[in-house]
């Protein structure tokens, strides 16, 4: 097996670990309702996409 002759130092490590940063989710606006979606995604409150209604919308009883 491979064996380290050598501890690796905190900063040669940091660096291997720099692309492992999450980012935040892009956040679009629906234009019917304004509630916050995601972009290129059906908004969950009205249903619509592309000022298409994809989802319908039902009544509670």
Request: hydrophobic share 20%.
């Amino acid at each position: 097996m491979a064996h380290p002759k050598k501890r690796q130092s905190k900063s040669r490590r940091n660096k291997r670990r720099s692309h492992d940063a999450l980012s935040a989710p892009a956040i679009s606006t629906c234009p019917q309702c304004s509630e916050v979606k995601r972009p290129h995604n059906v908004c969950m409150k009205c249903g619509t996409y592309k000022g298409r209604e994809i989802i319908k919308e039902t009544e509670d009883f």
